[in-house]
């Protein structure tokens, strides 16, 4: 930690939020500020990257002046009056729980910005890229950063349009297909979320989140809580995406270009498990309990069916596209981290928080390592990468195929790597749930989760079998004739790449990185606001 002062951390967090938003408008001036290339296309994408990094550094500095000794406390905290009529208020602030998703969400998008400087995908002007991925990043960051309810509902909104169209028109085969239907189930959701909002602030008598956490829904009515979860629990639910209400999202990532695919599930997915765990758990404790045995029950529903999904995907001849596959891999590693959620005990929500952080390092880089193998064969078609080029990535391009079975072992939640923690621990909080929750039901689920981990080793070794350790083609070979030449790991990818290694391994290696930060906050979050 080094001593920042207090104005200097509030300074921080409201330049992280803000400016993607003037770099956004930025971007779309005739030549950005500052910044020359080559081309207006090159200048554009530079001034990403420099936003991005940016904003990277300043939630570097924000994360090493956060008091690490009070995590639980708000800090960097900003509170002023913005609409006075319905008590709305700008109210920043970061804890020990929204740190590490707001350094996330810095370092992907600036690691979205490096790889589209130097592989832009097939659309229209790199300047709409640009800006609609600075809005993203503001509204990402803001979610995390907010603590009033409408206000978080606002930012939770913002990023629904600039990944509509990053899909729509930077996407692949059926993107406007996947653009719809992404955006239909989320605005769908969020309608019903803002009615629960309404209904908690207008019933407590404020939508500040930091003194209705501190209230512990003492406030609110048994029956108020149970029809705020509900209403609020869908949209995040829809966002998350949890079982039945996943359908937009295998879609959404098939379509996506790579950087859109990365941020989706790297970022915006983890934006409806931290609801849950900032909103509902604390807001509405009562309503919680009565619906978090059937949360725990959608949520190893999906663990079971995306790790089946992938399953068939991944077998021979069943023609699975890869990224299709990895995006039902997150149907299943987000339901471990509802299932942590659903416990309600510290153990299960640090485990959810830290699966979260995981899941977003490991899934990202899969994600760019799926879209580089795209761009080497131009499909991500299982049966084409493990056979019919005459793959064995590990003889043609063995630093890729050594980073992607890296992330698949990674994923699959290999001990002494990211994956491991988040999942284990959450399975421990459903173990042994909170008071109140039946524990026969709940060491069920436990064991269903369990077989899912199973079934996650199982699809993601059979994917590293088929194309990473596929026969090669012999260059003599009369039939087919001798094996194309594969590009292996270029510079930018690297640059882009390790970074998200290098903390699957750490976190893996010292998770007391994290937890350190997430405990305490968890602790005096169920407690109702109490250190």
């Known amino acids: 930690m080094i001593d920042i002062s207090t104005s200097v951390m509030q300074f921080l967090l409201a330049f992280i939020v803000a400016a993607p938003l003037l770099g956004a408008a930025a971007a779309l001036l005739p030549a950005p500020p500052g910044l020359r290339g080559k081309s207006p296309d090159q200048a554009v994408l530079r001034h990403g990257v420099t936003v991005t990094g940016a904003i990277l550094i300043a939630a570097i500095v924000l994360a090493l002046g956060f008091d690490h000794d009070q995590p639980s406390r708000m800090q960097a905290t900003t509170d002023i ?31 979205c910005a490096l790889y589209s400087y130097f592989k832009l995908p097939a659309g229209p002007s790199p300047k709409a890229f640009v800006a609609l991925l600075l809005v993203l990043e503001s509204g990402t960051l803001a979610t995390f950063a907010v603590l009033d309810l409408l206000l978080f509902f606002l930012a939770f909104e913002m990023v629904l349009i600039p990944m509509y169209f990053l899909i729509a028109r930077w996407g692949g085969e059926e993107r406007q297909a996947a653009a719809w239907k992404f955006i239909l189930y989320t605005l769908l959701g969020s309608v019903v979320m803002l009615l629960g909002l309404l209904l908690v602030g207008l019933h ?3 939508f500040d989140m930091v003194a209705l ?9 048994t029956s108020v809580q149970i029809t705020a979860v509900l209403a609020i629990g869908i949209g995040l639910a829809v966002k998350t995406p949890m079982w039945p209400l996943h359908s937009w999202l295998p879609d959404a990532h098939t379509a996506a270009p790579t950087v859109g695919s990365v941020l989706l599930a790297g970022v915006m ?14 807001i509405a404790p009562d309503g919680m309990r009565t619906f978090a045995p059937y949360l725990a029950a959608f949520a190893v529903a999906g663990i079971i069916y995306g790790s089946l999904a992938c399953l068939a995907l991944a077998r021979q001849g069943a023609g699975g596209d890869l990224k299709r596959l990895i995006a039902y891999s997150s149907v299943g590693h987000m339901g471990f981290v509802l299932l942590g959620i659903a416990s ?15 899941h977003g390092l490991i899934t990202g880089l899969l994600f760019f390592l799926v879209g580089a193998l795209k761009d080497r064969y131009g499909t991500a078609d299982l049966d084409t990468l493990a056979g019919a080029t005459g793959a064995a990535l590990y003889g043609r391009a063995p630093r890729l195929g050594g980073l992607l079975a ?8 290999l001990p002494g790597l990211a994956g491991f923690w988040g999942e284990m621990l959450a399975m421990f909080g459903a173990f042994d749930p909170a008071d109140g929750l039946s524990r026969p039901a709940f060491v069920t689920f436990t064991a269903i989760a369990c077989f899912g981990t199973l079934l996650t080793a199982a699809y993601l070794l059979i994917v590293v079998r088929r194309v990473c350790m596929g026969v090669v083609q012999q260059a003599g070979a009369e039939e087919s004739g001798p094996t194309p030449e594969l590009a292996d790991v270029h510079g930018y990818e690297l640059a882009a ?3 998200l290694v290098a903390l699957t391994v750490l976190a893996g290696l010292w998770p007391a990185v994290l937890l350190g930060l997430t405990d305490p906050a968890v602790q005096k979050l169920l407690a109702g606001g109490k250190s």
Do not use: C, E, Q
């Open 269 to 282: 997915l983890k934006m409806g498990t931290y609801g849950f765990v900032r909103i509902i758990l604390p």
């Open 81 to 111: 009056s913005w609409i006075a009529a319905l008590d709305v208020r700008i109210h920043l602030g970061v804890d020990g729980i929204s740190l590490p998703l707001l350094v996330l969400t810095a370092l992907l998008t600036f690691l």
């Open 213 to 221: 956490a501190t209230d512990n829904g003492r406030g609110l009515s």
């Open 406 to 413: 890296f992330a698949a072992v990674a994923s699959l939640g």
């Open 497 to 499: 790449w390790t970074p």
């Open 204 to 206: 407590a008598g404020t």
């Open 344 to 358: 309600m005990t510290p153990t299960g929500v640090n485990g959810a928080l830290f699966a979260n952080v995981a």
